[in-house]
């Protein structure tokens, strides 16, 4: 008999399911508890958004960096550690005053994880995937941001495994800024594109 | 039309919920995750293949499915179909006897390694690019996968049978229609090709506005 459905055979309670599944692996000796526990830390705790910030903040405080990394990402990241699993193939898009950028995936879930970590629910959501594509102007209104009309928008859809990130426009009023003031108004967000760069409070 | 996962402009799916939340706001939702990646570095499958497990659930299925729901059932699924579990264990939920397999069981002290040398997907290939930046392309339509009848493709079906621009070229990449089924890798020319938003919809929310994808020489015609 094919097992196309294996999976109807286990609880149906999904906390359950990954339980027995768990279970069985480790009995089977396939998987690691301890292996499953460091993943879990890693993207809880050390792989995340301040990545991403950290990078932009720089591509906005060094033109000479900036110019190379937009040039050829790859070796930079590498050699800064910001590489791996869903992030080898990165491109940052810039935005301008004219041209406003967003990123989405369509089909599942594609986000560059090195930089930004796991994408958060609404990113996953079948409201976002569906609607970024056909009206991203609606959609960033719900994020608070309206964008005007002199931006015109860029969607990109990650239908491969290359991965986007957004370069958001450094806010007015952070001449002068070092690069390590700078980092926390990067926000998650501003590098999809449903939101800006936080503009300075003071 | 592919399947149910390819929901671009499609109506009806509300607002979206915009609020904070933790990374994983289940704690089942991280443990999903993390054996899914666990069981991928035992080796029996690619990403293209664990992508279209999760395609393939049944549409009722897929569209009823929480996130992490779709990943714990097509692993599930894999496990059994590539013998890494049989289906009588699954159905016990008891491990009948030792795994060949367990010597590639992934080790705490491995993750790291595992995570940051990531799975490059670019490839030296045959194929030589026919198309360069700013040509004019059509996406074929429909969207489907040329190779296996219903199959894993990653053409989108609101971007089929459209004219956009070459806006980067990529190099050569894993072809997923071909990578999903045991076809072997085939790598192709990949390409950004901007659409404009009129184009795809009829309407643009602006006139400028675009939407780019990432496309295979072989979802392409020339203009």
Redesign the interface.
Known sequence: ?P?????T??PSD??L?????????V??????P???????E???HR??PQNGAKLVARIWSDPEFKKAILAEPMPILQEL?Y???????M?LVENTPTLHNMV?C????CYPW?LL??P???Y????????A???????LA??GLNLP?EK???????????RYLVIPERPKGTEGWSEDQLVPLVTRDSMIG?GLAQAPTQ | MTRV???????G???????Q????????H??????T???GA?GQWN?DVS?HA???L?PKEYASF????KW??????L???KN??S?E???A???QG??D??Q?????A???G?????????RASDMEPVFEVGDMVQTRRPARNQKVEGGHT???A??SGVVGRVV?S?GA??L?DANAHGLGEQPEP?Y?V?FS?AA??GTA??A?????????QSYLVPV
């Open positions: 008999m097992h196309d459905h294996a999976h055979v286990l999904p906390a399911r990954v339980k027995a599944l768990e279970t069985l692996l009995e089977k000796g396939l998987v690691d301890a292996a499953v526990q460091e993943i879990i890693t993207y809880e792989v995340g550690g590489y791996g699993r869903q992030g080898e193939h491109v989405v369509t089909l599942c879930s090195p970590g796991i958060p629910g609404w996953k959501s079948d409201a976002y995937r569906a609607r594509v056909r009206e991203p102007r609606k959609v719900e994020f009309d015109n928008i860029r969607v990109w859809d990650s239908t491969a495994e290359i449903t | 996962h390819d929901m671009g402009g499609r109506f799916d509300g607002p979206i919920e915009t609020g939340e933790p990374v994983f706001k289940e704690e089942w991280g443990r999903a995750l993390a054996l990646l666990a069981a035992l990403i992508r999760r395609e393939r049944s929480s996130y992490y729901e714990i059932a097509a692993l599930a699924d496990l059994v179909e890494v579990l289906f264990e699954l159905k939920g008891r491990a030792p795994s397999l367990a590639r069981c992934l080790k705490a491995d993750v790291a595992l995570l940051t040398s990531g799975g490059p997907a670019d990653r053409l989108p609101y971007a980067m990529h990449f894993v997923p990949l950004a901007a938003a795809l919809w929310e602006k400028g506005d675009e939407v780019i994808l990432d496309v295979w």
